[in-house]
């Protein structure tokens, strides 16, 4: 008896590693070589493509294709319809698999729905990238971002609540009473430089 659910209309292709406790859904399918992580939630038609790796305790909504050259951390959180894509410059008539560029999505990144990530670019843990928002840069840790192109708003909890400013170098969630203090132009928890 398989360790996670798969619903009988989802496909898992050989060659791919699905971890105990995961949950995959209506019309999903998981390509050769991918590897998702224990106790994941993979929303109706969702696509894994070869190769992509997914942490522990992702939660990917419906309609998200991650493609090949995506790694999603551990808690990450793909909201509905949100886009990825692996190439700059795609045309059908030319076939560019060998410039697929690396999207890296750290530990506890959030991504609201329908919100398009431009490849080759790292979502620093932590952050939050607002609905329907275009991403083209990196973005820091804990960092709240937003917009078409999604550029900057202040900072986000680990809990998900906005940071309130202290000071220029020092915040405060409200909510969980964490604190913050940027050292060299990144965000750290103060716990983390203990």
């Given at each position: 008896m398989a360790e996670f659910f798969i619903h009988e209309s989802s496909y898992i292709d050989e060659g791919a590693v699905v971890g105990k406790g995961t949950?995959?859904?209506h019309?999903?399918?998981?390509?050769?070589n991918s590897k998702i992580g224990e106790n994941c939630n993979i929303g109706q038609n969702v696509v894994i493509s070869p190769g992509v790796v997914v942490g522990n305790n992702v939660k990917i909504?419906?309609?998200v294709s991650v493609y090949s050259g995506v790694e999603i951390e551990d808690d990450a959180f793909l909201g509905p319809s949100m886009v990825f894509t692996n190439v700059?410059?795609?045309r059908s008539h030319i076939e560019r698999k060998q410039e697929y560029q690396k999207t890296l999505v750290?530990?506890?990144?959030t991504i609201g729905a329908?919100?398009?990530?431009?490849?080759?670019?790292?979502?620093g843990k932590f952050?939050?990238?607002?609905?329907?928002?275009?991403?083209?840069k990196d973005i820091p840790n804990y960092g709240l971002y937003y917009g078409?192109?999604?550029v900057s708003h202040g900072w986000m909890c680990q809990c998900g609540i906005q940071l309130l400013a202290v000071n220029e170098n020092s915040f405060h969630c409200p909510a969980c009473n964490d604190e913050y203090c940027l050292i060299d132009q990144e965000l750290c928890n103060k716990e983390e430089i203990k």
């Open positions: 949950k995959i859904w019309f999903c399918h998981i390509m050769t909504q419906n309609n700059i410059n795609p750290k530990k506890g990144a329908n919100a398009t990530v431009v490849c080759g670019h790292t979502l952050c939050f990238i607002g609905a329907g928002s275009v991403v083209t078409n192109p999604a």
